[in-house]
């Protein structure tokens, strides 16, 4: 089982969103300065009708989120954790997809030089706020449509959307692999999996992500000690993209990025954790 709170080191949070909103934004910034630009912005993603230009349009959107609203009055909306972001967020789905294609026909609407300075204004915008003393503060709180957050946990789901949505991008891309944050990584990783322990409470399959977390999970005998019965190991980005809907079960399995042994280590039907 995970902690039932693992914590987050909010200095190390910030430094690691910095640096994740940093290589989106030269990435960014890379793609619409190449002379096929136009026809990159119109590929497609693997998210639905999502082209490219719908995609960077929502991550800046969710980038610039905090700088955004940072300032907003608070409403005493309920509290919200982030395993209770991870179970919710996907209810929101709707609004967060025409929220993208407004933005998409709007301000990431025009050449690619418009889509590059308007994706640099939400990434900068946000890398400053993150250098304000108030967001070191260990007590403010951020409210979202879930739930009211503390800013640092807030964070943490920033890092998600960080990280996921970069490697949209370079799925789409074709590329094979995107410049990402070690820490950014490493956050996102234990946080789904934490989530999926979460979804499936128990303790007979241990489910390890080597170098970043290992849990246990789904109901059954517990194992104590000695070769667990039931083990599933792969990497980082195979399970971010298990967690977050981008891959399915048999296909990892099927291309060996993900290792499953026992008869429970069978996963496909607690995935995605987050929709």
């Known amino acids: ?41 119109a590929r497609p993603t693997r998210l639905g009708e999502w082209t490219v230009r719908e995609l960077i349009a929502h991550t800046a959107v969710q980038l610039d989120w905090v700088p955004a609203h940072f300032d907003d009055p608070l409403e005493g909306r309920p509290p919200l954790d982030l395993l209770r972001w991870v179970a919710g967020v996907g209810t929101v789905a709707p609004l967060l997809d025409e929220q993208a294609r407004e933005k998409a026909a709007g301000e990431f609407g025009g050449d690619p030089a418009s889509v590059s300075a308007a994706f640099q204004r939400a990434a900068s915008g946000l890398i400053t706020t993150l250098a304000r003393n108030e967001a070191a503060d260990p007590e403010r ?78 109901e ?7 070769t667990p019965p039931n083990v599933v190991e792969t990497d980082p980005f195979t399970w971010i993209r298990l967690a977050t809907g981008r891959t399915d079960w048999a296909s990892a399995v099927d291309a060996d990025t993900v290792s499953a042994s026992g008869e429970r280590s069978d996963l496909r039907a607690y995935l995605p954790v987050l929709g």
């Open 141 to 218: 709180r951020f409210e979202i449509r879930l739930g009211s957050m503390l800013l640092s946990d807030l964070l943490v789901t920033r890092l998600v959307e960080a990280v996921v949505h970069a490697d949209d991008l370079a799925a789409a891309l074709g590329l094979a692999a995107f410049p990402h944050d070690r820490q950014a990584v490493a956050a996102v990783t234990r946080l789904l999996a934490d989530a999926f322990a979460d979804r499936a409470p128990g303790g007979a399959v241990e489910l390890r992500i080597p170098p970043y977390a290992v849990v246990q999970a789904v």
């Open 1 to 41: 089982m995970p902690p039932k709170s693992r914590t987050y080191q909010p200095q190390k949070v910030r430094a690691a969103l910095v640096a994740q909103t940093a290589a989106l934004r030269d990435a960014v910034h890379g793609l619409c300065a190449r002379p096929d630009a136009v026809e990159l912005l």
């Open 220 to 226: 059954g005998p517990r194992h104590t000690r000695g």
